[in-house]
Every structure is written in structure tokens, then in C-alpha cells.
């Protein structure tokens, strides 16, 4: 079992940056694909950005440019530099794990229970 609890979210302004950090504990997810989700108001859960076991990273085009996802394998964490944040960005963020994850959510199998992220303009 891996347990995450994602953190760093908040409320800011059009153009600012946030940075989200999720810890993992349970076992080591160093051979884990580790996966940032993001689900706004009245919409379906969406992918956001992957950065796999094998080191490869995936973004959605609307954050590509604008957002990083980078991981500690030392230390069980997985973060998401977001920059030049926009109102449609708000959103509740969900980090996951999952051996077989890439884009789709179907990959993932243990989610942390999420964090608010709005940007107001």
C-alpha cells in the first residue's frame, strides 16, 4: 500500500506560481509512475502531468510550458512547479502512484485525497 498526501495549495493571483509537494509513505515509489491530476467544478478528473518510473515526463498541452513535475525518490516526494497560473487552472489536485500509470488514470492505484488550487483574475 502507498499512502499520499498532497499539500501546497492555495489561493492566488492570474500570473502567480504555486508549488505543490505530495509525500508518499507505505514503500518506496521509486518504481512507481507518479501522476498529478486536477478535477474543477462539474468536470471529470483530467490528467495533468506523469513523470514515470523510467524517468520519462508527460504534460497536458494546456499546462506544457507552464508547469513542472519533478520527484525525490530519496525522500518519497513528488512536487508540481506551477508558473503563470491562469483561472482555468482552478481546480482540486490530486497526486497518484501507479506502476502502470502514464496518462490515463486507469494506471494509477493509490491517490492522495487532493488539494484546492484557485487562481482568481
Known amino acids: 500500500q502507498v499512502q499520499l498526501v498532497e499539500s501546497g495549495g492555495g489561493l492566488v493571483q492570474a500570473g502567480g506560481s504555486l508549488r505543490l509537494s505530495c509525500a508518499a509513505s507505505?514503500?518506496?515509489?521509486?518504481?512507481?509512475?507518479m501522476g498529478w491530476f486536477r478535477q474543477a467544478p462539474g468536470k471529470e478528473r483530467q490528467f495533468v502531468a506523469a513523470n514515470l518510473w523510467d524517468g520519462s515526463i508527460y504534460y497536458a498541452n494546456s499546462v506544457k510550458g507552464r508547469f513542472t513535475i519533478s520527484r525525490d525518490n530519496g525522500k518519497n516526494w513528488v512536487y508540481l512547479q506551477m508558473n503563470s497560473l491562469e483561472p482555468e487552472d482552478t481546480a482540486v489536485y490530486y497526486c497518484?502512484?501507479?506502476?502502470?500509470?502514464?496518462?490515463?488514470?486507469?494506471?494509477?492505484?493509490?491517490w492522495g485525497q487532493g488539494t484546492q488550487v484557485t487562481i482568481s483574475s
Open positions: 507505505g514503500r518506496t515509489v521509486s518504481s512507481y509512475s
Open positions: 497518484a502512484a501507479g506502476r502502470r500509470g502514464v496518462i490515463d488514470q486507469k494506471g494509477y492505484d493509490y
